[in-house]
């Protein structure tokens, strides 16, 4: 039941900073990135497999690791660098 609040506020979180501002957005989305690969690596396992179906496997071990530490490296570069990542956001057209 905590799990799905924390999913929910993270979701609004980030919903949030996109309305008030890309760059804002951007570096929120990289907060929870950073919480998801933490929670990833402390239980040693991540799940896949199709949304709103029960998980079809289960990394665990070395590779839930892996996966865990290139998320937090991807949430520390959205959290330091939003304009090298604003692009993918925004496409071609400007944005705030």
Do not use: D, H
């Not at 907060?31 to 396992?45: F, H, L, N, P, S």
């Not at 709103?52 to 070395?62: A, F, K, Q």
């Not at 996966?67 to 604003?86: E, R, S």
Request: charge should be positive; aromatic fraction near 12%; proline fraction near 5%.
């Amino acid at each position: 039941m905590r799990s799905g609040i924390l999913q929910w506020l993270g979701f609004a979180l980030v919903v949030g900073a996109f309305i008030y501002n890309t760059t804002l957005g951007i570096r929120a989305l990289g907060i929870v990135e950073i919480a998801v690969g933490a929670y990833w690596i402390k239980t040693g396992q991540v799940s896949y497999g199709i949304r709103g179906r029960p998980p079809s496997g289960y990394l665990t071990g070395w590779p839930a690791i892996a996966a865990g530490v290139a998320i937090i490296i991807l949430g520390i570069a959205f959290l330091t660098a939003p304009m090298l990542v604003k692009p993918f956001f925004c496409g071609r057209r400007a944005c705030t």
